[in-house]
């Protein structure tokens, strides 16, 4: 059974910073792509930041030089930092493992982040 399981949400000031982690398990996590999306209310949901399995990553304009993915293929985790961060990031942060040729994409329940002005 796959699992992806977001924790690090919460309230943050504009200018902070949040770390959020998404623990896998059921997937060979060292040779899967993953990546970090988000949803406002109202809005369709967006890709955030990608990450291979080799490490190269891409992000959305919107978080260029905010935001991290990194991941630790020891531990099955991958991270979204975010930095910096403006009351439009705020939204419901979900972790995701893309399909491949051998397995459908799979979605953690998501974690709130909620940035003030």
């Known amino acids: 059974q796959v699992r992806l399981v977001e924790s690090g949400g919460g309230l943050v000031q504009a200018g902070g910073s949040l770390r959020l982690s998404c623990a896998a398990s059921?997937?060979?996590?060292?040779?899967?792509?993953m990546a970090w999306y988000r949803q406002a209310p109202g809005k369709q949901r967006e890709l955030v930041a990608t990450?291979?399995?080799?490490?190269?990553?891409n992000y959305a304009d919107s978080v260029k030089g905010r935001f991290t993915i990194s991941r630790d293929n020891a531990q099955d985790t991958v991270y979204l930092q975010m930095n910096t961060l403006k009351p439009e990031d705020t939204a419901v942060y979900y972790c995701?493992?893309?399909?491949?040729?051998?397995?459908?994409?799979?979605w953690g329940q998501g974690t709130q982040v909620t940035v003030s002005s």
């Open positions: 995701n493992a893309p399909r491949t040729i051998s397995r459908r994409e799979y």
């Open positions: 059921g997937i060979i996590f060292g040779i899967s792509s």
């Open positions: 990450i291979t399995s080799g490490g190269s990553t």
